[in-house]
């Protein structure tokens, strides 16, 4: 029993060691502000949110999401968005401008009934993400996109990368 148990501590630690030696998918640092290389800033920034396979959501208009609930955020190089809104999945379109602003239309979903207070978090998901006009990076590690007046929508993390 005390080898098994040192085993899983062995797993354990090998395992929180990896997870302080991976690498950020995102650039160090990206501002929208800067006009000497913004247009350089701007595709490094559309690759790196195309980089992550799968950005989770951790936040929605500063109110939380419901513990346990998945919400995803995968940004393809064609394009397309799509993920889990929680309940079910939706797809449409994303483009990063020229300007450093970012836009999601032509949002789809399926139509799966579900617990109450999913349905309602997946609503103001949908709505946020059809909402934002603009990102930026929290701690190098955070995606944050917002609204034209700056006001935090989503915060996502991303959860697995390309390789």
């Not at 490094?44 to 955020?73: F, K, P, R």
Request: hydrophobic share 40%; proline share 2%.
């Amino acid at each position: 029993m005390k080898t098994i148990v040192r085993l899983c501590s062995s797993i354990i630690m090998v395992a929180a060691l990896g997870a302080c030696s991976s690498q950020s998918p995102v650039p160090a640092s990206v501002s929208n502000d800067s006009t000497a290389g913004q247009q350089e800033a701007v595709a490094s920034a559309s690759t790196s949110l195309a980089s992550a396979l799968e950005w989770q959501v951790e936040d929605i208009n500063q109110g939380g999401i419901i513990d346990y609930s998945m919400i995803t955020v995968n940004f393809g190089m064609d394009g397309q968005v799509s993920g889990s809104s929680g309940c079910n999945q939706y797809s449409g379109r994303w483009q990063q401008l020229d300007n450093g602003d970012i836009r999601f239309d032509q949002l789809i979903s399926t139509r799966k009934a579900c617990a109450p207070a999913l349905m309602m978090q997946e609503q103001r998901f949908l709505a946020a993400l059809q909402g934002a006009s603009q990102y930026r990076w929290l701690h190098d590690t955070w995606l944050l996109l917002t609204d034209d007046e700056g006001r935090a929508l989503l915060k996502l993390i991303p959860k697995s990368t390309k390789s």
